[in-house]
């Protein structure tokens, strides 16, 4: 029994790991400027295969808004083509498009650490400045 559950959960990375392949390659195919923007970061695929949830970012947060407007017209058309990109499969799972702040936050908490590294350097100058 343990052996497919091994081969399942290895079924489950490589058709991730192809979705992500496949839409990303896609989407710097497409037309629309605004989609060749798009980092996709991960693709999470359900037990079943019948759903795969894409994330992505984009690396300027301004054109987020823009972005997911683009993507939204496309999602019947990018559904399609890996639909065509994997016929052979029982299933083709729905997917749908989330975006992922993980960049963005990790972007927001190096400045933080930035900031403070800064302060705690104006800290100890000041300190060494009084005592001398």
């Known amino acids: 029994m343990e052996y497919t559950f091994s081969m399942s959960k290895l079924r489950k990375s490589r058709l991730e790991s192809a979705i992500k392949r496949e839409v990303s390659k896609y989407l710097h195919e497409m037309d629309d400027p605004r989609l060749g923007k798009i980092v996709i970061t991960y693709v999470s695929v359900s037990k079943d295969f019948h759903y795969a949830k894409i994330y992505f970012t984009v690396m300027e947060e301004d054109e987020i808004k823009e972005v997911q407007d683009a993507l939204f017209h496309a999602s019947k058309k990018i559904q399609k083509d890996i639909a065509h990109r994997f016929r052979t499969m029982r299933y083709i799972p729905l997917i749908s498009f989330h975006l992922d702040f993980s960049i963005q936050k990790g972007n927001r908490v190096l400045n933080i650490l930035d900031k ?10 000041d300190e060494k400045s009084i005592t001398h």
């Open 116 to 125: 403070v590294k800064e302060e705690l350097k104006e800290k100890e100058e």
